[in-house]
């Protein structure tokens, strides 16, 4: 008898330690299901103490200096939200970094401001279809090239007489103050009336009041307008080679590397080509996804 009621508390208290241990179970499942794929991230993301990933991590933010007037590669539309190809980099960037997409922010930046915003401080970075030049390269740091545009022309629909840019000679013609774009059209059209606006889509605004015959800067950003206007038409091809980075102040080579194998990641496994697909596929003068992705530096 006395045998018996040993071997029944032993049952018990068997019974008792499996639910305990299978209420951890349940507890530890509960708790993987509920974690975002961010924060598994962010739990992997190991880097170098006092590099410039830990300070942001750290810091728990990527501030992103972006165009916010630009369809296809930043626009703020009437909700406020930002969206393009741009933006979408950079949130892979910060994907990267372990950051969930509310740590990762955007400020408006324009031609003029970009490398001030980023010698300032103001931003971590920029992504904002920015050339990669020598004189550029003397002020910030420069990621592989991300994207490939050349320049070309926006007129409206109805406008004939503009067939390449010689044509555009002695006619205003619109670009953005601190533009690549800018000095390229006073080299290929050197009586040009050039009239320098803020942002590109105050020149779109000019050209469709009247105010000019034309709009210059590279054919990813045009084509834009062209998709979201069919009164306008991009003409005369592309007349130079615009190669893009991400730009970074200088002094953060290990930045500049993160970013490079970032970029390098999403042209391998499809990101690039679907992000290209979605907000520059089937636009008029524009190359496909295949033939921009096989145009950039192979990915390492």
């Not at 933006?87 to 960037?93: K, L, Q, T």
């Not at 980023?118 to 991300?146: K, P």
């Not at 000019?206 to 084509?223: P, Q, S, Y």
């Not at 080579?253 to 992000?275: K, T």
């Amino acid at each position: 008898m006395q045998r018996l009621r040993w071997l029944s508390v032993a049952l018990v208290l068997g019974a008792l330690l499996l639910a305990a241990a299978c209420g951890d179970d349940d507890t530890d499942a509960a708790a993987t299901s509920t974690a975002t794929p961010n924060a598994t991230a962010a739990a992997q993301a190991t880097f170098a103490p006092g590099s410039a990933m830990a300070r942001l991590v750290a810091a728990g933010k990527l501030t992103v200096g972006v165009k916010f007037d630009q369809p296809g590669f930043g626009l703020r539309d009437a909700s406020g939200k930002i969206d393009g190809f741009d933006v979408a980099i950079a949130r892979e960037i910060g994907r990267a970094l372990g950051l969930r997409e509310d740590q990762v922010t955007f400020v408006e930046v324009t031609s003029a401001n970009r490398v001030q915003y980023l010698n300032e401080g103001r931003v971590d970075l920029v992504a904002a279809s920015m050339t990669i030049t020598d004189a550029r390269r003397q002020e910030v740091d420069f990621s592989r090239i991300y994207f490939r545009a050349g320049q070309s022309l926006l007129i409206r629909r109805d406008n004939t007489s503009i067939v390449n840019v010689t044509s555009v000679n002695r006619r205003k013609v619109c670009s953005v103050a601190g533009s690549t774009s800018a000095e390229n059209i006073r080299n290929r059209a050197g009586q040009v009336d050039l009239v320098t606006m803020d942002t590109y889509s105050a020149c779109v605004a000019a050209l469709k009041a009247g105010a000019v015959e034309a709009v210059t800067t590279d054919d990813a950003i045009l084509a834009g307008f062209v998709k979201a206007d069919s009164s306008l038409r991009l003409i005369g091809g592309a007349f130079s080679v615009e190669p893009y980075g991400i730009a970074v102040k200088k002094g953060q080579p290990e930045l500049v590397a993160f970013i490079d194998s970032v970029i390098n990641a999403m042209l391998r496994d499809g990101r690039w080509d679907r992000f290209y697909t979605q907000y520059f596929g089937g636009i008029e003068g524009l190359e496909s996804a295949q033939a921009m992705h096989s145009s950039l530096p192979a990915a390492n």
